[in-house]
């Protein structure tokens, strides 16, 4: 466990460049959860599941994230920021992993089963992203912010949107636009525009009518 905490205090500073110091790094809520997360974990594999759901809960009241003590994570794992992260009871997370504040590794069923998603080696999900199910991210997939994904996402790949879609994958785009982090998805200003030229096309057609007349 020790050399996986470890791994963990080194990729603050892999991914955090705001991370001065180790004394600064101590007040890192992000830290603080991996590390009562590894502690509640170990007591839930060892069926003190009460113990381990109490600490898990005084986790959440005092960092803002929620990581069910089942929950597998591997080593190197970093949440910047963390606030309203949720980590579900079956998720299973590989190494390296970076996960941005509000996001969700959630279930769509109620069924006591593989419920959660499992995400590979080296993923990044943006902020406010969701992803649901029991699905799979493949290695070095990258998520964009406030994407959701209900689906299997091969290695390699950047995924953004609602639903989430692929837009690269080995280096390649398979659509239009790269990772941005979400900034460049407008979703309402592409609603107006489809309404404007939905407007432009009536009035044409009303045009017309009333030439005929």
Same mark, same amino acid.
């Given at each position: 466990?020790?050399?996986?905490?470890?791994?963990?205090?080194?990729?603050?500073f892999?991914?955090d460049?705001?991370?001065?110091?180790?004394l600064?790094? #101590?007040?890192?809520a992000?830290?603080?959860?991996?590390?009562?997360?590894?502690?509640?974990?170990?007591?839930?594999?060892?069926?003190?599941k %009460?113990?381990?759901? #109490?600490?898990?809960?005084?986790?959440?009241?005092?960092?803002?994230?929620?990581?069910?003590?089942?929950? @597998?994570?591997?080593?190197? %794992?970093f949440?910047?920021?963390?606030?309203? *992260?949720?980590?579900?009871?079956?998720?299973?997370?590989?190494?390296?992993?970076?996960?941005?504040?509000? *996001?969700?590794?959630g279930? $769509?069923?109620?069924?006591?089963? @593989?419920?959660? /998603?499992?995400l590979?080696?080296?993923?990044?999900v943006?902020?406010?992203?969701? &992803?649901?199910?029991?699905?799979?991210?493949?290695?070095? $997939?990258? !998520?964009?912010?406030?994407? &959701? !994904?209900?689906?299997? &996402?091969? /290695?390699?790949?950047?995924? *953004?949107?609602? /639903?989430?879609r692929? *837009? !690269?994958?080995?280096? @390649?785009? !398979?659509?239009?636009?790269?990772?941005t982090?979400?900034?460049?998805?407008?979703?309402?200003?592409?609603?107006?525009?489809? #309404?404007?030229?939905?407007?432009?096309?009536?009035?044409?057609?009303v045009?017309?009518?009333?030439?005929?007349?």
């Open positions: 466990m020790f050399e996986t905490l470890r791994e963990d205090w080194r990729a603050v892999r991914n460049p705001a991370a001065r110091n180790a600064e790094v #101590l007040t890192y992000g830290l603080h959860a991996i590390i009562w997360h590894r502690i509640a974990h170990f007591l839930w594999r060892h069926n003190l %009460f113990i381990a759901r #109490l600490i898990s809960q005084i986790n959440r009241f005092f960092t803002g994230i929620e990581i069910h003590p089942g929950a @597998k994570i591997g080593k190197g %794992f949440i910047d920021h963390g606030m309203g *992260v949720v980590i579900g009871e079956t998720a299973e997370i590989g190494d390296n992993c970076l996960l941005y504040h509000g *996001v969700t590794l279930g $769509v069923s109620l069924e006591k089963k @593989k419920r959660h /998603p499992t590979g080696n080296n993923v990044v943006g902020a406010g992203a969701k &992803v649901l199910g029991a699905i799979t991210l493949g290695d070095n $997939v990258k !998520v964009g912010a406030n994407a &959701v !994904v209900l689906k299997d &996402v091969p /290695p390699n790949c950047v995924v *953004v949107g609602n /639903p989430g692929i *837009v !690269v994958q080995d280096g @390649k785009r !398979v659509q239009e636009e790269p990772l982090h979400g900034r460049d998805l407008d979703p309402e200003g592409e609603m107006m525009r489809c #309404l404007v030229r939905k407007i432009e096309e009536l009035e044409a057609r045009r017309k009518l009333e030439g005929k007349a």
